[in-house]
């Protein structure tokens, strides 16, 4: 199974950060950053169009290296340039190569809210989160017991991050709907077997709790998926494959938009 073996490899790594950096110091570096809102950013950008939470995104376990070439603060300037609500980076390194220090160079080099991608499994991770000038974080509800996802809601709002919640079945949904976060995501793609389709959002649109932000993950890449998503009920898009694969994904974002608000 894909998750597991990702969250186990997750676990031994935050277990070396932990005896290598005390949480004192992370809290230390945590105290210098203000998070920025990014459910109220992307809310804000969705009154008045398509919110894109554009994901800096160098590679992944089922389509391997996606950008060769990949500079952070640059891709993130890029994007934010190119009118995305929201960033979200990626800092697995094993299956992702992202990293930390991406998340942080991204994060300084623009004024919109930065989400951490990553697996979490440790409250220590949070606390990295901010450190490292993160705004919000994740929670894959697949990949969480109950308790867990209670645990690490909690500590994300003591560190006063946003916390964007993941499911892509109706079982999931059931099991966080009540957890109060600041946004809710449906991904398409299949976390078990990497399968991705669109309809896993249409089919869980309606159940989302209402007072959220509703993200759709996954699997977007054209005109006619944006519409189509935005039609079923909701706010924002989380888009990242179809960007980092063209030469300049700052254009692709613009070309994406611009018939985007005249046509929605």
Same mark, same amino acid.
């Given at each position: 199974?894909?998750?597991?073996?990702?969250?186990?490899?997750?676990?031994?790594?935050?277990?070396?950060?932990?005896?290598?950096?005390?949480?004192?110091?992370?809290?230390?570096?945590?105290?210098?950053?203000?998070?920025?809102?990014?459910?109220?950013?992307?809310?804000?950008?969705?009154?008045?169009?398509?919110?894109?939470?554009?994901?800096?995104?160098?590679?992944?376990?089922?389509?391997?290296?996606?950008?060769?070439?990949?500079?952070?603060?640059?891709?993130?300037?890029?994007?934010?340039?190119?009118?995305?609500?929201?960033?979200?980076?990626?800092?697995?390194?094993?299956?992702?190569?992202?990293?930390?220090?991406?998340?942080?160079?991204?994060?300084?080099?623009? @004024?919109?809210?930065?989400?951490?991608?990553?697996?979490?499994?440790?409250?220590?991770?949070?606390?990295?989160?901010?450190?490292?000038?993160?705004?919000?974080?994740?929670?894959?509800?697949?990949?969480?017991?109950?308790?867990?996802?209670?645990?690490?809601?909690? @500590?994300?709002?003591?560190?006063?991050?946003?916390?964007?919640?993941?499911?892509?079945?109706?079982?999931?949904?059931?099991?966080?709907?009540?957890?109060?976060?600041?946004?809710?995501?449906?991904?398409?793609?299949?976390?078990?077997?990497?399968?991705?389709?669109?309809?896993?959002?249409?089919?869980?649109?309606?159940?989302?709790?209402?007072?959220?932000?509703?993200?759709?993950?996954?699997?977007?890449?054209?005109?006619?998926?944006?519409?189509?998503?935005?039609?079923?009920?909701?706010?924002?898009?989380?888009?990242?494959?179809?960007?980092?694969?063209?030469?300049?994904?700052?254009?692709?974002?613009?070309?994406?938009?611009?018939?985007?608000?005249?046509?929605?």
């Amino acid at each position: 199974m894909h998750l597991e073996r990702i969250l186990n490899r997750t676990r031994h790594t935050v277990a070396e950060r932990k005896a290598a950096t005390p949480v004192a110091a992370l809290e230390r570096l945590a105290a210098e950053h203000t998070p920025r809102g990014f459910a109220s950013a992307l809310r804000a950008k969705a009154a008045s169009g398509p919110a894109i939470l554009a994901e800096l995104k160098k590679a992944s376990p089922s389509k391997g290296l996606i950008r060769p070439e990949f500079d952070p603060p640059a891709l993130a300037r890029e994007l934010a340039g190119a009118g995305a609500a929201a960033l979200s980076v990626l800092t697995d390194e094993p299956f992702f190569q992202g990293s930390l220090r991406n998340l942080e160079l991204a994060s300084a080099a623009v @004024a919109i809210p930065c989400l951490r991608k990553d697996f979490m499994v440790d409250e220590y991770q949070i606390v990295e989160a901010r450190a490292h000038r993160a705004d919000a974080i994740l929670l894959i509800a697949a990949a969480l017991t109950d308790a867990e996802l209670t645990h690490l809601n909690a @500590a994300a709002r003591r560190y006063e991050l946003d916390v964007l919640c993941e499911v892509h079945t109706a079982e999931e949904l059931d099991r966080v709907s009540a957890l109060g976060c600041a946004a809710y995501g449906v991904n398409n793609r299949d976390l078990t077997t990497f399968e991705v389709r669109l309809e896993t959002s249409l089919a869980l649109v309606e159940k989302l709790p209402r007072h959220a932000v509703h993200v759709a993950e996954s699997g977007i890449h054209t005109l006619d998926d944006l519409n189509r998503l935005r039609e079923a009920g909701f706010h924002a898009f989380l888009i990242g494959e179809s960007l980092m694969r063209q030469s300049s994904p700052g254009a692709a974002l613009e070309a994406l938009l611009s018939p985007a608000d005249a046509r929605v």
